[in-house]
């Protein structure tokens, strides 16, 4: 087995020949939303097959209904070792719009000055990250052999919702399973601040149609007897949430735990300015529960939002309309344990105890995803923060999403596997936008923290 | 002066030549919303001028920016008799479908059997009513003269919203102030119980937007942190009515009155069937204010309606969006005396009033009209049913309309006349329906009936 000092100064030894890889996989056109860039994709994954097949892995593009994965696996030969499986995706989203582009989105190259970028489509999300970890993959094998067992799994449909991937997942259960998931689609806190993603919020979306009458009425006509389903769907809404801001669904906050004091700590020495965070959308007063800071309302509390409503007549001008009907998407941001089903029927039993006699509801349930919370504990987690530290010079921040990675949550469904969000993103990568970029330091030390943490995981 | 007695003969005895005119009215196609059939406005107006020139009305048509008016003037030559206007419209709704039709829309024709009906496009709504006026006016100019002094005026926009209305009035309002306004575009009880509409209940209508950050956010980076406009619009919404159903708008029942005890017995006589009605549209819950009738809930008390609302996604599944405004269309029916601006401003400051320090509101008024309300001690109301009582043998029911007709307030707010509305449609005419119709028997007693109350209101 390679020893760490020896990859690490392999890494920084044949960092112009990895600048070039990943160059190469940066100019294949690899857009999966875009049927027209289907070549692409395929090319993707061939080219990434062979790259992991250079490096002694096991490597296969698997044929999906969309686009292909990339499936490798590689045996450290060693017993009393884990075995980890990485996931990125190879996929990127469309240049669009091109003509804000400062160089050609396909045609990587690399910025001047005192803090070099990597500019491409891609180049941040995920192509460059998901490089930091083969790079490292690399260094082990040119130095005497990797510390644990590894497998790969790069997706091409990440940026179109992973529609492929249950199935896949579920076809190939057995093949995938391992101790633990390494991501590298996540950020740091800071260019000089590394993270780990430990908490991601799951998401309960219901779509909720309140009914009456049996046709629209007009409001004349009918205005004052018969039961307007705009008045009944409001109230249901205005009842879930009290005054103090909590949700008010009976045993929504069963699962609920309130952050260890330490990682409490660590948030609140973050110097995060919700203040600042909420100016930047133009508002400026906190709308959650009272008494928690804004980090922990988009972090570690859960929540329950309109995100849509309609009913009746939305056109311009007026229309004296009594609607038949009025529906609502509402969704729960859960978090600890928080079951969703327990959620999702105490959101229905909420509903059916506001119906007037004359009403009914139906419902379309669109995401039922638990939260995601590595255990703060984890000897994995334990392991990778002496790891980013000692690359760092600085403890690595645990942080939280409050969105969703639906990847991490169907492997922790189906094969109860735990994730380590390591990345090395910035907020000013312009990922999904034009002349998005990747910080050189990322790709580097990127690199050179999953060889630590490889190591540390083997240890 | 003619003799009553004298006029009803002659109104019998040309039953015949009176039903062919109105054939010949109702073969013009005067359909005002589509342009095709300007020409048929057109010549509609001026066969009216023609008509009325023949009563030794000084008659002309009046060009508008849309379709022409009819405006006729007749002196009795009489003084301390009153002066009426008759408002009426002579355009007619569409006839598509056409296939739906049993005979053509504009070939009209009466129908067999013991209760005959005059089968056309117009039939009923309006130019068979407002032909039982002029054949009144032209039995009175047959037997000796008019009771009274008489002006009519008869619209060609009345289906597409009276556009040129309030200009034309506006310009022409000596000319066209009276003593009161006679209308017959409404209904009998039933085919054998005369009615006079005393009420008609007024509209504020507001549009109403919540704005709240300055874009559509993401609901996980920002939901629990940002204000949702949606749940600041329906705390708004259901905290508009009390659970007694009452509307909770300060000083929103100034001005509403009780009914007077005679004209809530009579209401309470007419057997009409709440429960019925609201069956008939898939409801059994009276859903207005408790302990008022179902007919008193559309008739003679104010509401607030949500006619519409809307914000965020509002497409197929799902969008994690959290909106930056949400809007609701609100309209408030009026009775008695309430003053739509303190309504409209009442609603306003209401939903100031619950707006979080983030939000702001904006409003877009569409309609501020009073009710209206022909006092039921009014002198000429009494004659009426005095007249009317007298032609059908039984006393007509005063019954209320839920919605507006707007050129009966624009004549209340600009001019400050009381209408008399009665008309002699039924329930079952398919106004603006195939094959639309007018009982024979309404259209001959009709006249009578206006012939007995130009009498009584110039005794």
Same mark, same amino acid.
């Given at each position: 087995m390679a020893q760490l000092d020896d990859v690490l100064q392999a890494l920084d030894d044949g960092r112009e020949a990895a600048l070039e890889r990943l160059f190469q996989l940066l100019r294949?056109?690899?857009?999966?939303?875009? =049927?027209?860039y289907a070549a692409g994709c395929l090319e993707a994954a061939q080219w990434l097959v062979n790259l992991l097949g250079e490096l002694d892995f096991t490597a296969s593009v698997r044929p999906t209904a969309g686009h292909p994965m990339v499936v490798a696996h590689a045996k450290c030969g060693r017993r009393g070792v884990p075995h980890v499986l990485f996931y990125g995706h190879y996929d990127v989203q469309p240049?669009?719009?091109?003509?804000?582009?400062?160089?050609?989105?396909?045609e990587p190259s690399l910025t001047d000055g005192p803090n070099p970028t990597i500019r491409a489509r891609g180049a941040a999300d995920d192509k460059g990250q998901l490089m930091t970890f083969i790079e490292a993959c690399r260094a082990f094998h040119e130095r005497g052999g990797y510390p644990c067992d590894i497998s790969i799994l790069l997706e091409g449909e990440e940026e179109t919702g992973? =529609?492929?991937?249950p199935a896949f997942l579920e076809a190939n259960k057995a093949e995938l399973d391992a101790d633990i998931m390494l991501v590298c689609d996540t950020g740091m806190w800071n260019p000089t601040s590394p993270a780990i993603t430990t908490s991601l919020r799951g998401l309960v979306y219901e779509e909720v149609t309140i009914h009456a009458a049996d046709r629209d009425l007009h409001s004349g006509m009918f205005g004052g007897a018969a039961i307007n389903p705009v008045r009944v769907l409001a109230r249901i809404i205005a009842d879930l949430h009290d005054a103090q801001g909590r949700v008010t669904l009976p045993g929504f906050y069963d699962g609920v735990h309130e952050l260890p004091e330490t990682i409490a700590a660590q948030w609140r020495e973050l110097g995060f300015d919700g203040a600042a965070y909420l100016a930047n959308v133009g508002?400026?007063?906190?709308?959650?529960?009272?008494?928690?800071s804004v980090l922990e309302m988009i972090w570690s509390r859960p929540t329950a939002e309109v995100n849509g409503i309609y009913g009746g007549y939305t056109g311009q001008g007026s229309k004296t309309v009594l609607p038949a009907e009025a529906s609502a998407k509402i969704s729960f941001r859960l978090v600890g344990t928080q079951d969703p089903d327990a959620v999702r029927e105490a959101f229905q039993a909420f509903v059916k105890a506001r119906l007037p006699a004359d009403c009914r509801a139906s419902f379309n349930s669109f995401s039922n995803a638990p939260a995601l919370q590595l255990p703060f504990t984890s000897e994995a987690l334990t392991r990778a923060r002496r790891a980013l530290a000692a690359e760092w010079g600085k403890e690595p921040v645990l942080i939280a999403m409050g969105g969703s990675i639906p990847i991490v949550g169907a492997f922790k469904r189906d094969l109860n596997m735990d994730a380590l969000m390591i990345g090395f993103g910035l907020?000013?990568?312009r990922i999904h936008s034009p002349n998005e970029k990747y910080n050189l330091s990322s790709f580097q030390r990127g690199a050179r923290s999953w060889a630590r943490v490889l190591a540390e995981l083997s240890n």
């Open positions: 294949i056109k690899s857009v999966s939303t875009d =049927p027209a240049p669009d719009p091109l003509a804000l582009w400062e160089r050609p989105p396909f992973s =529609p492929s991937l508002l400026s007063v906190p709308a959650g529960e009272q008494g928690r907020p000013d990568d």
